[in-house]
């Protein structure tokens, strides 16, 4: 059997799985919206997060939203992951988090790593952290930059040091956000990163989402777009753990090439999220004011109880939506592309990369 053969054999299969993930979902990862305060700034924030006023909940309603998974989810526990903003700064991080630990829940989280000093470090160490993501979006003078913050590259590298010095952290990855003017930083930053004891590097392209809408100056090209998969793709041929995240359908060339498996978007089907209001919806990047997206609130129903009876938007093919969509030859594989770019309203996608990966396929 060729490659092309055996990939079409495998997305098939993936496409029946993923049918029957509609009709039975079955919760892996959940994140939690610590906060929506941040001490950085960044060009290309889904979430717009920054200087964020914001009403958050208190470390027992975490806690208690916490009893409730484990009563409800016992024998099969999601994975929390714990995002923001920054998390280091919400208040209560340490009581939630060693909570969740002793619960007997896995935990990881998404930080710029400014704050992870070597102190801070062994706060997470006690609180049984297993996984990070840490964000390193260039050169020194290109990250900071991108992040608002003078310093945030020297601070998040010593923050990454720290943790890899305590040895307690089951994976430590490292990801890279891609602009249109930084793409031609990745070989400079790969090589920075071959001396830095991590476990992964995922690279990305950046989206049509957030703060990102208002620079459109730095949305990938077609041709950013087949250089980015290029590069990934050279990596990996000597065995090199860079990956490309799990957003988008890349086409029979790429996909299985520059990560682990094929496209498969998860928001609602294995994964959900709790933000900071206690407002539940899928992937923490989708655009939360976009009608339909939130299914419901954890002050008013249990979670489990949303997962269970919502959803229904995210558990459909939504190229059905979408007369391109409908009448592209990739529509089995895709079924729309990624939740988190898709206008609801209008029903598009924002990023389809057909054009710039198989045009004529």
Not at 19 to 42: A, G, M, R, S, Y
Not at 241 to 246: I, S
Request: hydrophobic residues 35%; contains cysteine.
């Amino acid at each position: 059997m060729n490659k092309t053969k055996m990939k079409l054999s495998h997305l098939d299969l993936q496409h029946d799985v993923r049918v029957k993930f509609f009709d039975k979902p079955i919760l892996q990862q959940l994140f939690f919206e610590l906060t929506l305060n941040c001490n950085e700034h960044c060009w290309h924030c889904g979430s717009r997060c920054g200087d964020v006023k914001m009403g958050e909940m208190s470390p027992d309603e975490w806690k208690e939203i916490l009893d409730q998974l484990k009563e409800d989810y016992k024998g099969s526990l999601p994975q929390i992951n714990v995002t923001g903003g920054e998390p280091l700064l919400y208040p209560g991080f340490e009581e939630v988090m060693s909570y969740a630990h002793e619960l007997g829940f896995k935990w990881g989280m998404t930080s710029n790593a400014v704050l992870i000093t070597p102190e801070v470090a062994q706060m997470l160490k006690r609180c049984g952290m297993n996984t990070i993501s840490v964000s390193i979006d260039g050169l020194p003078e290109t990250h900071d930059k991108i992040r608002g913050l003078k310093g945030a590259y020297k601070r998040a590298m010593e923050g990454i040091q720290n943790l890899i010095d305590l040895q307690f952290v089951e994976h430590i990855m490292v990801t890279t956000v891609v602009n249109h003017q930084t793409i031609s930083e990745l070989e400079p930053l790969y090589e920075i990163l071959c001396d830095v004891d991590i476990d992964s590097w995922r690279v990305m392209g950046i989206e049509p989402i957030g703060r990102a809408l208002e620079h459109p100056e730095l949305l990938l090209t077609n041709e950013d777009h087949k250089a980015l998969m290029e590069f990934i793709r050279n990596k990996r041929a000597n065995n090199d753990p860079v990956t490309y995240g799990c957003c988008h359908y890349l086409g029979l060339d790429y996909e299985r090439e520059v990560r682990d498996w094929y496209f498969f978007c998860m928001a609602g089907i294995t994964v959900a999220s709790i933000t900071v209001t206690g407002d539940v919806y899928g992937c923490l990047d989708i655009d939360r004011t976009q009608p339909g997206v939130i299914q419901g609130n954890v002050h008013e129903r249990r979670f489990s109880d949303i997962w269970a009876n919502e959803f229904k938007a995210f558990r459909r093919d939504r190229s059905a939506d979408n007369e391109d969509c409908k009448n592209c030859k990739s529509r089995k594989y895709c079924m729309g592309g990624a939740f988190h770019t898709w206008d609801l309203a209008a029903g598009t996608q924002r990023l389809c990369l057909a054009d710039a990966l198989f045009p004529d396929k």
